[in-house]
């Protein structure tokens, strides 16, 4: 079935680095624009990143833009999403999330979710 | 680019009809046709009910329905049941550097 799951959650000090990965199954996942979405502790959705079914084109929230960049490896099926400089505020569950149309759609209609994976930044 | 705001609570009871506006600009909710709608339960990733304002995806009951009318989009729910107590999530296409943005959600109560 159609599957996204995610890894590389964890405790990391505020100013240091994180790799999360996200492995596709089940679609043609090198026809998809793919998309990080992240939701803190008891708060709502925030979109954080996007990039287009080829790894061409990419765009990013302004909160993250600078500190984040976002990758995919089609051979693998596999989604990665690195954040550096980690802050206090970007503790959440992080999410990948497929767009619900082929190719580069940006319009924010996600239709296939990972169990999302937890980043905590402690100072 | 300002998140989109929805109402942060509504209830209804079993039967009844509810709807949850998400209000935006020009720059989003007003300037495009891609708003979307997600429910949300406890614990649970978001799940699409709404895409392009108006459209279902293939297995979401049709008592599901979205609109738009200038800078406010609005999902209703028809029939309500106590499964469909959870949050709702609209987001929209926004032309900013941040290309999508989200509404701060709405939990919904069935009595």
């Known amino acids: 079935q159609v599957q996204l799951v995610e890894s590389g959650g964890g405790v990391v000090q505020s100013g240091r680095s994180l790799r999360l990965s996200c492995a596709a199954s089940g679609f043609t996942f090198s026809s998809y624009g793919m998309n990080w979405v992240r939701q803190a502790p008891g708060k709502g959705l925030e979109w954080v990143a996007v990039i287009s079914h080829d790894g061409i084109y990419t765009n990013f929230a302004d909160s993250v833009k600078g500190r984040v960049s976002i990758s995919r490896d089609n051979s693998n099926n596999t989604l990665s999403l690195q954040m550096n400089s980690l802050r206090a505020d970007d503790t959440a569950i992080y999410y990948c999330?497929?767009?619900?149309?082929?190719?580069?759609?940006?319009?924010?209609?996600?239709?296939?979710w990972g169990q999302g994976t937890m980043v905590t930044v402690s100072s | 680019q300002s998140a989109l705001t929805q109402p942060a609570s509504v209830a209804g009871s079993p039967g009844q009809s509810i709807t949850i506006s998400c209000t935006g600009t020009?720059?989003?909710?007003?300037?495009?046709?891609?708003v979307s709608w997600y429910q949300q339960h406890p614990g649970k990733a978001p799940k699409l009910m709404i895409y392009?304002?108006?459209n279902r995806p293939s297995g979401v009951s049709d008592r599901f329905s979205g609109s738009k009318s200038g800078n406010t989009a609005s999902l209703t729910i028809s029939g309500l049941q106590a499964e469909d107590e959870a949050d709702y999530y609209c987001?929209?296409?926004?032309?900013?550097?941040?290309?999508?943005?989200f509404g701060g959600g709405t939990k919904l109560t069935v009595l």
């Open positions: 987001s929209s296409y926004a032309s900013s550097s941040s290309l999508v943005i």
């Open positions: 020009r720059s989003d909710v007003g300037g495009y046709n891609y």
């Open positions: 392009d304002v108006s």
């Open positions: 999330a497929k767009d619900f149309r082929r190719g580069y759609t940006v319009r924010g209609s996600f239709d296939v």
